[in-house]
């Protein structure tokens, strides 16, 4: 028999102008653009129907705005953690894909190969992953929300995903992007002699309805 479910969605901010001309954002502080803004507004609106009791966001304005959205809908405080950031892109930040290549060939060669320590002032996408694990972590041992909300950035979201969940460093480049005010949702299942997280949600802009699938859970009986 089910004890209870908890859901943690990942949501991404919406878009920046920097999104739009394809800058490496990182951990510079840049702000929403009006269309950002927009979608969240609207995604606020769907999201605030799974009523949720705690907001969470990285401390940078684009995430924060997009959070506090939602928590004007809900009523719900914000909350903020540095360790939600957007991964550190070092001296990338602020250049193009194509401009990184012409101003730093041997380094941006050894990132696209794997090695990520090449870039100066930069963190790897385990470093991110792990101190955004370890923050959502902390979250949810403070307190039992059934819908915790965190805001934070298409890098850390993806990487502290696959951290939280335990899942091998060499399967995370496997997960796609995420788009700009799209969620993930983390789901907690407990049962009466086991507890597990898993991933329910990607990179949706849609609200999560019950799986009815022949390997799930039977909570019929609740």
Not at 2 to 27: C, D, E, F, K, Y
Not at 46 to 53: E, G, K, T, V
Not at 73 to 84: L, N
Request: glycine residues 10%.
């Amino acid at each position: 028999m089910t004890v209870g479910t908890r859901q943690v969605v990942l949501w991404r901010h919406g878009r920046t102008a920097w999104n739009v001309a394809g800058r490496v954002q990182g951990s510079s502080d840049i702000p929403l653009d009006d269309v950002g803004r927009q979608q969240a507004r609207d995604a606020g609106e769907q999201l605030a129907l799974l009523r949720p009791s705690r907001i969470i966001s990285s401390d940078l304005s684009r995430a924060l705005e997009t959070a506090e959205t939602l928590g004007a809908i809900t009523g719900v405080e914000v909350e903020t953690d540095q360790r939600f950031r957007e991964m550190s892109f070092g001296v990338r930040e602020g250049l193009t894909w194509k401009q990184a290549w012409q101003q730093y060939p041997a380094e941006m060669e050894a990132w696209v190969n794997g090695d990520e320590t090449q870039i100066p002032g930069s963190e790897t996408h385990q470093m991110a992953g792990e101190r955004f694990a370890e923050g959502l972590h902390e979250k949810l041992d403070e307190r039992e929300d059934r819908v915790t909300v965190i805001v934070a950035h298409g890098g850390v979201l993806r990487a502290g995903a696959c951290a939280f969940l335990g899942l091998p460093l060499e399967f995370w480049h496997t997960f796609g992007g995420l788009n700009n005010c799209s969620w993930s949702v983390l789901e907690q299942t407990r049962h009466e002699d086991w507890m597990q997280w898993r991933l329910t949600e990607w990179n949706s802009g849609t609200l999560p309805l019950p799986v009815l699938s022949d390997d799930e859970p039977d909570d019929a009986d609740e």
